[in-house]
């Protein structure tokens, strides 16, 4: 029961967090900096991947997981993520930021173990993995990691739901898989930011090329998503990479695409709303779904 209770207070900790500094926070300020990087300290998760009970499946239900083509490009997108943050956290010198980055970085390979034992577990066959080298510029990779997370991390929160709902992922398995969930939650919650204490602490006169590399950066990943698009990622293999868009009919319930911006707004808001509201919020995919939203036709 102690272990019960021990994993339902870290849960909710995970997942509801405030500042203990009262009033108003300026964006950029050392303040700023204190409130992002102890949000993700302080909202850590101690699981260990090792030690996960992954639930036995009935056949119907192993073969629905097994068959989802994401597992490959799931497992190598971890691996990565972790070598990348790692990397960046090696060139930062303030000693706060660099303990949440190098938290940021573990929890990254950590969520590659964790995907490593699901597949084991279910007996899913991966195609081999490539060699994960350190980024030649570590700014340009961490930023690019952290901005493609703002990306996958909202469609995924909608997918998973609608999984959970169709009932195409078993409950045990929604239950043991959430807390990977939610962490990528806190981890773009962080990466924004970042972004906009570190552009506030810039010289004026390198503001200017901090800003066009924020553009390529989103240049490179629509890019790199067409291409995903395609079935090609980003080392020439192929992929079906179409899943984002077509992924809700594949884990159980057909959604327009209207209604699944819809649902993806909704989670999204949701796996936000428990953390300290002088946070900034990722903006730019949800105002973009917005925008879709309108655009697209109601039946």
């Known amino acids: 029961m102690s272990d019960a209770f021990t994993i339902a207070d870290a849960d909710h900790a995970m997942r509801n967090w405030s500042g203990p500094d009262p009033g108003r926070i300026e964006i950029g300020s050392e303040a700023h900096k204190r409130l992002f990087c102890r949000m993700l300290l302080e909202t850590h998760n101690p699981y260990k991947p090792a030690v996960i009970d992954w639930p036995q499946l009935s056949p119907e239900a192993l073969h629905r ?11 190598q997108t971890e691996g990565r993520a972790s070598i990348r943050v790692q990397t960046f ?5 303030d000693p706060l930021l660099r303990e949440a980055l190098d938290m940021d970085g573990g929890e990254e390979a950590r969520h590659k173990v964790v995907l490593s034992k699901l597949v084991e577990a279910y007996g899913i066959k991966l195609a081999p993995e490539p060699e994960y080298l350190r980024p030649k510029d570590p700014e340009w990779a961490w930023m690019v990691t952290g901005y493609s997370e703002c990306i996958d991390s909202f469609f995924a929160f909608g997918l998973f739901e609608v999984a959970k709902r169709s009932g195409y992922f078993p409950p045990e398995l929604v239950e043991t898989f959430e807390p990977v969930m939610q962490e990528e939650g806190r981890h773009i919650l962080f990466f924004v930011n970042w972004a ?3 552009r506030k602490n810039l010289p004026w006169w390198r503001r200017p090329a901090f800003f066009f590399k924020t553009l390529a950066v989103w240049a490179f990943l629509i890019w790199e998503r067409i291409g995903i698009a395609r079935g090609i990622d980003a080392g020439g293999e192929a992929q079906d990479a179409n899943f984002t868009l ?11 695409p ?3 911006m819809e649902l993806c707004l909704a989670e999204n808001d949701r796996r936000m709303a428990g953390y300290d509201p002088r946070l900034l919020r990722p903006m730019t995919v949800p105002r ?3 925008l879709a939203r309108k655009l697209l ?3």
């Open 65 to 75: 997981v097994t068959s989802l083509p994401i597992w490959d490009i799931a497992v």
């Open 89 to 93: 956290a090696e060139t930062v010198r």
């Open 196 to 198: 906009a204490w570190y």
């Open 246 to 256: 077509t992924g809700s009919g594949a884990v159980g319930i057909e959604l327009k």
């Open 258 to 260: 209207r209604e699944l």
């Open 288 to 290: 973009l779904a917005r």
């Open 297 to 299: 036709p109601k039946g």
